[in-house]
């Protein structure tokens, strides 16, 4: 021990100074050691972009959507420290000579996202892989919004009627390829029926503008009325468009609903064949199934309707009627539900529609050409649907033949199964 005491006493400035020269020479050999290192997908930022311009997949935060690989020479000791995620490059635009611009990479332009790692004076070298930023003009415009019936089936006990408004716009902002391309060829937006539930049209009382209850409007959720960016990484966007506020469902309740009406029935004589077939050669027989008010004829029996709304039975219930066709060489004479002054009855039942009040969350105008037309194509619609019901699960059908020079009427009643 005492040895060991008077060696560090012995000289002890000289071993002083000798200790300090060596430590000296470690840590400088020791920072002076380099390594290399791959980090892949490293970050872009771009800050202080002009005004009237941005690039393209850029996000709010200034990040492209483009990464870079970097290699990186240096001090071993930094480079065993760096982790992917460590660091990000940093590019300053106000630089750009041009709207396509190489980008330069030094250490300069990295900057370091863990406090424990200075990576500005430790890194010797930087290469990378070619990269092009272009900078694009910033352009507004309205993009067209076709909105598409749903796909999928409605909750049980509805019908899909119709969806509106099956128009809308979007205002964007952005670089001017992107803008244009998505203006030139619209965006669509398509609902799914599975995300409305049968509780969520139950609770709805009556339509916005009907007042029976079999007509269900279901206003869609703001949720629901977003549609992606592509240039921003499809991001899904709100639609912007005021009248997107209006967008809705119709529904129908799938009801059998009562005629309350006996139809008219009657005998149609082609002038052809006027000569073989009239009222005096080939009358209606009377006494069977067949009732008469007035000397008119009609079916007196209870009927109803299926996928029609009870403002269109109203409308055109009075306008029903049966048509017998007296035609040569056929043992059932054809017959069909005619609908007389079709046309008339469409303006009343849009006009009863546009009349009627509007509820209060829908902002939309009482009346106007696109909404007209809608609702001209819906009652076409039911017009198609039109099929005689002789009790809710029953179609109606009557056989007429031709029997010792009178027309026999004689009703059927068909069960749905058999119909299908």
Do not use: C
Request: aromatic content about 8%.
């Amino acid at each position: 021990m005492e040895k060991l005491i008077n060696f560090f006493k012995n000289n002890w400035q000289q071993k002083t100074i000798s200790f300090v020269i060596a430590l000296i020479i470690w840590l400088f050999l020791w920072n002076s050691l380099t390594d290399t290192t791959t980090l892949p997908n490293v970050p872009i930022r771009v800050i202080n972009l002009p005004e009237d311009k941005t690039i393209v997949g850029i996000m709010p935060n200034g990040l492209l959507n483009r990464r870079v690989n970097l290699t990186l020479e240096g001090s071993k000791r930094v480079i065993d420290e760096l982790e992917p995620g460590d660091i990000e490059v940093l590019v300053d635009a106000s630089t750009f000579e041009n709207d396509e611009q190489l980008l330069t990479i030094t250490r300069k332009n990295l900057l370091s996202l863990n406090p424990a790692v200075n990576v500005s004076g430790s890194i010797d070298e930087v290469t990378y892989p070619e990269f092009i930023i272009k900078l694009s003009k910033i352009v507004t415009r309205k993009v067209p919004i076709t909105v598409l019936p749903p796909k999928g089936t409605p909750p049980a006990g509805y019908e899909y009627l119709d969806i509106w408004p099956q128009k809308l716009t979007q205002i964007l902002r952005g670089p001017e390829e992107q803008i244009e391309s998505m203006a030139a060829r619209g965006v669509i937006l398509q609902l799914d029926f599975a995300e409305i539930t049968k509780a969520e049209l139950d609770r709805i009382k009556s339509s916005r503008e009907n007042y029976h209850d079999d007509e269900v409007s279901f206003f869609i959720p703001n949720r629901f009325k977003k549609i992606p960016i592509p240039f921003r990484n499809n991001t899904l966007e709100e639609i912007n468009d005021p009248e997107a506020q209006n967008l809705h469902i119709d529904f129908l309740r799938k009801e059998v609903l009562p005629l309350d009406r006996e139809l008219p029935l009657r005998l149609f004589y082609p002038l052809e064949t006027a000569n073989l077939f009239n009222p005096k050669s080939l009358p209606l027989n009377t006494k069977e199934t067949i009732g008469v008010k007035e000397g008119l004829t009609y079916i007196p029996l209870k009927l109803y309707l299926k996928d029609v709304s009870q403002l269109f039975i109203e409308t055109v219930r009075d306008n029903l009627a049966i048509t017998v066709v007296a035609t040569e060489g056929k043992d059932e004479l054809p017959w069909g539900l005619s609908v007389v002054a079709p046309h008339e009855l469409e303006n009343r039942y849009v006009a009863q529609l546009i009349s009627q009040h509007v509820d209060g969350r829908s902002k939309e105008p009482r009346h106007s050409r696109k909404r007209e037309d809608h609702l001209r194509a819906r009652f076409r619609k039911f017009l198609q649907n039109l099929t005689l019901y002789s009790s809710p699960d029953k179609i109606f059908d009557l056989i007429a033949t031709v029997e010792n020079g009178e027309v026999v009427i004689k009703v059927q009643h068909i069960s749905l199964d058999a119909a299908r």
